[in-house]
């Protein structure tokens, strides 16, 4: 692998010059250079993304006329950002990438946000989730979502609950995790309500079980949980059955990943009653998701199932297509990043659109209960908050 060359003003905007999108009405052939993990604990979480952006371009690879749009892949190994910023300068400098996208950590996405700025490069986030990162470059569009969009309204549900007073929150110890932390506690209120106590975990392979133990001694009603999502849920559900906290009275609670749909058949019948807050589950009702499913399965078999990681991938490459239609090979990133900005879709997840104003995913977000469905475990949704903004950045 190369090893890191020190990215200058110069070579950036150099490399931008290149980029075809500045050419003439001709046929254009388009590069999304795409990051992803692909390696490591957090593999399967990548190649949900790589595989959504490829089923879209797989359906709508004629949707563009004569032009073209190659995905460049690359492998930043996890929660990396020397390795994500290294990857993004070679595929702007070497590549000439049109667009980056992808990535699913938030330092990752923080580490390229100076390269899409300084190459006025679209970057357009498939899932790293802290609010304040569509901040951190004018060139970045995020199509999947924000902590605080899914935790608020799973706080404000908790709170209307009758037998959830107490509540211990367990999140993954790095910026999305405190953002879920400090926006669950934020929103769970009302009379004898209260967050009793807090604990983050490391972000890769944590042991759950001496902290579930604490949880269990605490005896709070109710476990609120954060994580990145893949093996990492199911372990946790896995200690939350064998340390008996069911039993024991404690409701698990938390983000969707908790619950993530390629892990639930590993979770068995300790998952069930579980509830989440998420934009999307693949139980969701609607023809576009039905849709999907079935394009997904004939891509990549029957026994494979797509997450929110998937449906970010699809969703993003939804994106791009659209600012490519948009520009009719006249425009730059900026003009892409407009396009972008006002894109709105039908997606699998439901209704979707950009807030022109913070560039970021406004849909809505479900309630949802682990339910056994056709003797297979799903989210079922069975309340809506509908067309919920960033709370982050409503301020």
């Given at each position: 692998?190369?090893?890191?060359?020190?990215?200058?003003?110069?070579?950036?905007?150099?490399?931008?010059?290149?980029?075809p999108?500045?050419?003439?009405?001709?046929?254009?052939?388009?590069?999304?250079?795409?990051?992803?993990?692909?390696?490591?604990?957090?593999?399967?979480?990548?190649?949900?993304?790589?595989?959504?952006?490829?089923?879209?371009?797989q359906?709508?690879?004629?949707?563009?006329g004569?032009?073209?749009?190659?995905?460049?892949?690359?492998?930043?190994?996890?929660?990396?950002?020397?390795?994500?910023?290294?990857?993004?300068?070679?595929?702007?400098?070497?590549?000439?990438?049109?667009?980056?996208?992808?990535?699913?950590?938030?330092?990752?996405?923080?580490?390229?946000?100076?390269?899409?700025?300084?190459?006025?490069?679209?970057?357009?986030?498939?899932?790293a989730?802290?609010?304040?990162?569509?901040?951190?470059?004018?060139?970045?569009?995020?199509?999947?979502?924000?902590?605080?969009?899914?935790?608020?309204?799973?706080?404000?549900?908790?709170?209307?609950?009758?037998?959830?007073?107490?509540v211990?929150?367990?999140?993954?110890?790095?910026?999305?995790?405190?953002e879920?932390?400090?926006?669950?506690?934020?929103?769970?209120?009302?009379?004898?309500?209260?967050?009793?106590?807090?604990?983050?975990?490391?972000?890769?392979?944590?042991?759950?079980?001496?902290?579930?133990?604490?949880v269990?001694?605490?005896?709070?009603?109710?476990?609120?949980?954060?994580?990145p999502?893949?093996?990492?849920?199911?372990?946790?559900?896995?200690?939350?059955?064998?340390?008996?906290?069911?039993?024991?009275?404690?409701?698990?609670?938390?983000?969707?990943?908790?619950?993530?749909?390629?892990?639930?058949?590993?979770?068995?019948?300790?998952?069930?009653?579980?509830?989440?807050?998420?934009?999307?589950?693949?139980?969701?009702?609607?023809?576009?998701?039905?849709?999907?499913?079935?394009?997904?399965?004939?891509?990549?078999?029957?026994?494979?199932?797509?997450?929110?990681?998937?449906?970010?991938?699809?969703?993003?490459?939804?994106?791009?297509?659209?600012?490519?239609?948009?520009?009719?090979?006249?425009?730059?990133?900026?003009?892409?990043?407009?396009?972008?900005?006002?894109?709105?879709?039908?997606?699998?997840?439901?209704?979707?659109?950009?807030?022109?104003?913070?560039?970021?995913?406004?849909?809505?977000?479900?309630?949802?209960?682990?339910?056994?469905?056709?003797?297979?475990?799903?989210?079922?949704?069975?309340?809506?908050?509908?067309?919920?903004?960033?709370?982050?950045?409503?301020?």
């Amino acid at each position: 692998m190369t090893s890191f060359r020190p990215l200058t003003l110069g070579t950036v905007m150099a490399a931008a010059a290149l980029l075809p999108m500045a050419g003439s009405a001709d046929a254009k052939a388009y590069k999304v250079g795409l990051i992803a993990s692909l390696s490591g604990p957090t593999a399967s979480l990548g190649q949900q993304i790589e595989r959504g952006a490829r089923l879209y371009e797989q359906l709508h690879k004629n949707d563009l006329g004569d032009d073209t749009v190659e995905l460049v892949v690359r492998d930043d190994t996890g929660p990396a950002p020397d390795v994500a910023k290294r990857l993004a300068q070679e595929l702007v400098v070497r590549d000439h990438v049109d667009f980056l996208a992808g990535i699913i950590f938030t330092p990752n996405a923080n580490a390229i946000a100076p390269i899409a700025t300084q190459a006025k490069v679209p970057f357009v986030i498939m899932n790293a989730a802290a609010s304040a990162t569509t901040k951190a470059s004018p060139y970045i569009v995020r199509v999947s979502q924000t902590i605080p969009q899914f935790t608020q309204p799973l706080a404000q549900w908790a709170s209307k609950q009758a037998d959830i007073k107490t509540v211990y929150t367990l999140v993954s110890d790095y910026a999305p995790g405190i953002e879920a932390e400090e926006a669950f506690t934020a929103g769970f209120k009302g009379d004898g309500k209260s967050v009793v106590q807090s604990v983050r975990v490391p972000v890769q392979s944590p042991d759950f079980v001496p902290f579930l133990q604490k949880v269990k001694d605490a005896k709070p009603d109710a476990l609120y949980v954060f994580l990145p999502g893949g093996t990492q849920s199911t372990a946790l559900m896995k200690a939350y059955q064998s340390l008996g906290l069911k039993e024991a009275g404690i409701r698990l609670i938390g983000s969707g990943e908790v619950t993530v749909e390629d892990e639930l058949p590993n979770m068995g019948d300790a998952a069930l009653g579980v509830v989440t807050g998420f934009h999307y589950s693949t139980a969701h009702d609607g023809k576009a998701n039905a849709d999907f499913l079935k394009a997904w399965q004939a891509a990549y078999g029957a026994d494979s199932t797509p997450t929110f990681m998937a449906v970010g991938g699809y969703d993003g490459m939804a994106a791009i297509h659209h600012a490519i239609k948009a520009m009719k090979g006249k425009g730059d990133g900026k003009a892409a990043v407009d396009a972008m900005s006002h894109w709105s879709a039908e997606s699998p997840r439901g209704p979707v659109s950009i807030d022109p104003e913070t560039r970021d995913i406004v849909q809505n977000i479900y309630i949802r209960r682990v339910e056994k469905v056709n003797g297979a475990l799903r989210n079922v949704e069975f309340e809506t908050f509908t067309a919920v903004k960033d709370p982050g950045k409503a301020k």
